[in-house]
């Protein structure tokens, strides 16, 4: 009984058949990485988050929770608690600092809020680094092998018409292993799409945590108002009776 499966394809197949194997495969590779990679660094993030963040607040000052998070042995740009930290201490610096026409033209709300997001859309956008790979590999990688299967079947139809033998024990074989590099390009594409999905609502989780500390990082430096939750989202106090002027909006 002959034997039809994967290496036989790539033994049998021309040099574009075996191109489209390598794609798939170096397709799946890829994916992989980019799931393990991903994954490992959320765990670390949300582990990272759920254990300094209420440390950050509890400190006796500010720049006592900044010696904290960076005793955490990563950079700022690992670390997106301490690039928070840094990036509103900088800005409320900044402005204080500047001359008093540029706090004319942007009120310290408005000026911590452009840096504060700004920090957060980099550490976003580095945390999403990778996904569209996945994104990509998940809806392209049917297609790739569905082209190998109709290459498959183009060049076993053209034997079928050289030999003059159409049998079903001549056909099967090669009309079966042309299918194969579908079943193939579905085994790259779905791990790709769930590993696509599974990210992106972990990242919306860890995002979520980063607003909620940005938010009390802003309550800190307008208003004055440290919060004494565990670095969950809290309404400015009032200082020398005004409130924080202008709502954040994180997104």
């Known amino acids: 009984m002959q034997h039809y499966g994967l290496a036989n ?7 574009i058949t075996r191109a489209i194997l390598i794609v798939l ?11 393990v990679v991903k994954l490992w660094r959320i765990v670390q993030l949300n582990r990272l988050v759920n254990r300094a963040a209420a440390p950050f607040w509890q400190a006796g000052s500010f720049e006592a929770g900044v010696q904290g998070l960076a005793d955490a042995r990563t950079s700022p740009e690992r670390n997106p608690l301490l690039a928070l930290a840094l990036a509103g201490r900088e800005a409320a610096t900044h402005h204080r600092d500047t001359h008093a026409q540029l706090r004319e033209r942007i009120g310290v709300s408005e000026w911590i809020t452009r840096c504060l997001k700004d920090t957060l859309d980099e550490c976003v956008t580095h945390m999403q680094g990778g996904l ?51 079943a193939f390009g579905l ?64 997104q």
């Open 187 to 250: 085994f790259v594409a779905i791990p790709a799409v769930l590993g696509y999905n599974a990210l992106t609502r972990a990242n919306r989780a860890l995002v979520r945590k980063l607003n909620r500390f940005a938010h009390d990082l802003h309550a800190y430096f307008v208003a004055g108002a440290q919060p004494a939750s565990r670095g969950k989202a809290t309404t400015p106090e009032r200082h020398n009776g005004a409130a924080s002027e202008g709502a954040v909006e994180w």
């Open 132 to 182: 569209a790979m996945l994104a990509s590999i998940g809806s392209t990688a049917p297609f790739v092998g569905l082209f190998g299967t109709v290459w498959g079947i183009y060049h076993a139809l053209i034997m079928i018409g050289a030999t003059g033998q159409a049998s079903i024990d001549h056909v099967a074989g090669p009309v079966g292993e042309s299918l194969i590099m579908t």
């Open 25 to 35: 495969f170096a397709m799946s590779v890829l994916s992989w990485v980019v799931i």
């Open 9 to 15: 394809v790539w033994e049998q197949g021309d040099s």
